[in-house]
């Protein structure tokens, strides 16, 4: 009988101990949800104690805390990002054919390349005019002076700017003059994953930029301060 007992006693013990140490574990994860609400809402929330959080979370929502105050700041009026001393005239078209350095668009116009394109006919294109039959052709990642052989592009008014830094996973990017743009949970699939710092085109009316780079166009949610 004492045998049993000497073999009983601390599993009682060893029970007592695993069971106190899951209620404390329970109230931890309990504790860090409430918390992590809190500070959801903002980071001077009766609620919220960054403190017992991971240091990763802790550092992802302080970045929300200043990305929501940046869209308090936000703008209606774009037009006092650019000047219209830095307006340059563009075109987007799509290559329809290709012969080595001649190209042609699906509008009909024919340019020369200064050397041989090596993309696939339907890629998309961004003309960046240097004057009336000059122009800097941006297609399949890489760039080309080109010349107009024959035919004509509408152009828009536009902005050329460098991203230099890209923040909450894509959400905010901030440009070479200061500016900050924000962006749709969609294009952030994009704007997260492209390495600063590249060249930009931005056309305020439409809300569009272009990654010259890459070759890709999103659409800007809203112009920040």
């Known amino acids: 009988?004492?045998?049993?007992?000497?073999?009983?006693?601390?599993?009682?013990?060893?029970?007592?101990n695993h069971a106190s140490v899951s209620a404390q574990s329970i109230e931890e994860l309990q504790a860090g949800i409430k918390s992590?609400?809190?500070?959801?809402?903002?980071?001077?929330?009766?609620?919220?104690?960054?403190?017992?959080?991971?240091?990763?979370i802790q550092q992802t929502l302080i970045e929300l805390e200043q990305l929501n105050e940046l869209k308090n700041t936000s703008v209606g009026d774009n037009s006092q990002?650019?000047?219209?001393?830095?307006?340059?005239?563009?075109?987007?078209?799509?290559?329809?054919?290709?012969?080595?350095?001649i190209i042609k668009f699906?509008?009909?116009?024919?340019?020369?390349?200064?050397?041989?394109?090596f993309g696939l006919v339907l890629d998309d294109a961004i003309g960046l005019m240097n004057d009336?039959?000059?122009?800097?052709?941006?297609?399949n990642g890489d760039s080309y002076n080109a010349r107009l052989v024959n035919g004509s592009e509408s152009t828009s008014a536009g902005i050329v700017r460098t991203v230099v830094e890209e923040m909450g996973d894509g959400s905010v990017l901030r440009l070479d003059d200061g500016s900050l743009?924000?962006?749709s949970n969609y294009d952030r699939?994009?704007?997260?994953?492209?390495?600063?710092?590249?060249?930009?085109?931005?056309?305020?009316?439409s809300m569009?930029?272009?990654?010259?780079?890459?070759?890709?166009?999103?659409?800007?949610?809203?112009?920040?301060?």
């Open 81 to 101: 990002f650019f000047h219209s001393q830095d307006a340059v005239q563009f075109f987007s078209a799509t290559i329809i054919e290709v012969d080595r350095e």
């Open 1 to 16: 009988m004492l045998k049993k007992m000497i073999i009983t006693v601390p599993i009682i013990l060893c029970s007592f």
């Open 36 to 56: 992590m609400a809190g500070c959801g809402k903002s980071l001077e929330h009766v609620d919220c104690n960054l403190q017992i959080l991971d240091k990763d």
């Open 208 to 225: 569009k930029m272009w990654n010259l780079d890459e070759a890709e166009v999103v659409w800007i949610q809203r112009f920040l301060k």
């Open 132 to 139: 009336g039959q000059n122009a800097t052709i941006y297609a």
């Open 189 to 205: 699939y994009e704007t997260g994953w492209w390495l600063t710092p590249y060249k930009v085109l931005i056309d305020p009316s």
């Open 181 to 183: 743009l924000e962006f």
């Open 106 to 117: 699906m509008s009909g116009s024919l340019w020369r390349l200064d050397r041989s394109y």
